[in-house]
């Protein structure tokens, strides 16, 4: 059973830095793919950032060069480094890995719980 445990939120001051894991256990796969999420009061989930083969990234456009997500497959961890945060990223933030087939026939998304992160004075 995987299990994914998110850290790393809490209360920052507007240009503050915070750095999200996503902890991943009972995996049997090597993590390749991953993603956060957010998702503020009132609002839906948006994609945030995610990674794929390890290495290419994509970004939602408001967090372009302030955020990065990273994987580190000898910690089974997901990291978003997030920098000179703004009150508009205040949203309880998901961490997903999928799991997919080698043939690409079957996936399977897991989710962390979430952490909440606050940008404010």
């Known amino acids: 059973q995987v299990e994914l445990v998110e850290s790393g939120g809490g209360l920052i001051q507007p240009g503050g830095s915070l750095r999200l894991s996503c902890r991943a256990s009972?995996?049997?796969?090597?993590?390749?793919?991953a993603g956060w999420y957010r998702q503020a009061p009132g609002k839906e989930r948006e994609l945030v950032a995610m990674?794929?083969?390890?290495?290419?990234?994509n970004y939602e456009d408001s967090v372009k060069g302030r955020f990065t997500i990273t994987i580190d497959n000898a910690e089974n961890t997901v990291v978003l480094q997030m920098n000179n945060l703004n009150p508009e990223d205040t949203a309880i933030y998901y961490c997903?890995?999928?799991?997919?087939?080698?043939?690409?026939?079957?996936?399977?998304?897991?989710w962390g719980q979430g952490t909440q992160v606050t940008v404010s004075l």
């Open positions: 990674i794929s083969n390890e290495r290419y990234t």
């Open positions: 997903n890995v999928p799991w997919i087939s080698p043939a690409g026939t079957l996936r399977a998304d897991y």
């Open positions: 009972g995996v049997t796969f090597r993590i390749t793919d």
